[in-house]
């Protein structure tokens, strides 16, 4: 009997299951020890259980923990883990998971924006398909007053070399009157150069140059009559001829 | 280092001001992060182009355009 309550003393003072007696009056008077103590650390669930200390921020910058390995006389037996807890401030943990989320997003985006824009890069012209639409004219061949005519992605560019009255006289239209009003300034980018797009935009009929009512051209298919500067002063076209995108090197066009 | 001395060292003080500027409010953080893909996409561009045309060096086009095209 000593024995046993010599043991029972000990495993209650080591409060180990691995050296308690596997008697059942030892189990139970393990149990009722146990029990007693527990209620005893549950009868004072104080504030110092948990209480974060708080900086002016709102940021907790400390906790103290009761420690329950000390203070529950050893029922319980929590580890401390100092190996594993991490030894970063808070602010320094917070900023690296966003700096983490950050980089992530930046790669994200850079990746979604080229994929997109090889993709549409795949859809626009290449570039043999670019030099094929573009077309040279020498200029200096076409004297003054007179037309030519070439061909640029499959349609007729007029090209006019207008003497000076022809210009006075594209600049003297007051713009009220036109059914499109657009001034000459803005239809050609040199005044002696009227370069357009010979369709008529009415059907898409080729005009014809220096005819019709107004000196420029006419449209034979429905009676279309454009001025000097090509603009649609009379007929079933409501726009005036178009105007391509064009610059000037020196003498030549493109 | 104790952990509870971590928050005291100049690393935190540092993170601290990182995220007060950067990271705490959602609008300024997108923005950084699409001006950031931004930069990078400008830089990365810059490199790989540079990387490839140095071990393609004497076989593109734009290296031997002067033994061809005569203007």
Not at chain 1, 135 to 155: C, F, Q
Not at chain 1, 212 to 219: A, K, Q, S, T
Not at chain 2, 40 to 63: C, I, P, V, Y
Request: proline fraction near 5%; glycine fraction near 6%; aromatic fraction near 10%.
């Amino acid at each position: 009997m000593s024995s046993i309550t010599t043991k029972l003393a000990t495993a209650t003072v080591n409060r180990t299951l691995f050296n308690a007696p596997y008697s059942s009056v030892a189990i139970k008077q393990l149990f009722e020890v146990s029990n007693s103590y527990r209620s005893e650390i549950n009868v004072i669930p104080s504030a110092a259980w948990a209480a974060a200390q708080r900086g002016p921020d709102g940021l907790v910058t400390a906790k103290t923990f009761m420690n329950a390995a000390v203070n529950s006389s050893k029922s319980v037996i929590v580890p401390d883990a100092p190996k594993y807890k991490k030894d970063s401030g808070t602010y320094t943990s917070r900023s690296f998971a966003y700096l983490m989320v950050g980089a992530t997003g930046v790669m994200t985006a850079s990746a979604t924006k080229v994929s997109v824009t090889d993709f549409l890069t795949n859809l626009s012209a290449s570039a043999d398909v670019l030099a094929m639409a573009k077309a040279e004219v020498d200029l200096s061949k076409v004297p003054e007053g007179k037309n030519i005519t070439i061909k640029w992605r499959g349609k007729p560019i007029f090209i006019r070399h207008r003497t000076a009255d022809e210009i006075a006289e594209a600049n003297s239209v007051k713009l009220t009157d036109l059914k499109d009003p657009q001034s000459d300034a803005e239809r050609a980018r040199k005044p002696e150069w009227l370069i357009m797009i010979g369709v008529c935009t009415h059907l898409g009929c080729v005009p014809i140059g220096e005819a019709g009512d107004f000196g420029g051209w006419y449209c034979p298919c429905h009676g279309s009559h454009y001025d000097i500067s090509g603009r649609i002063r009379k007929g079933p076209a409501p726009l005036n001829l178009e105007v391509p995108q064009y610059e000037f090197e020196g003498d030549t066009l493109i | 280092m104790p952990s509870h001395l971590a928050n005291y060292s100049s690393l935190n003080r540092y993170s601290r001001t990182l995220y007060q500027t950067l990271f705490k409010r959602n609008t300024v953080f997108l923005v950084g992060i699409f001006t950031t893909a931004f930069v990078f996409e400008m830089g990365f561009d810059t490199a790989s182009d540079r990387l490839w045309d140095h071990l393609n060096k004497g076989k593109q086009w734009k290296d031997i355009k002067d033994k061809y095209a005569s203007s």
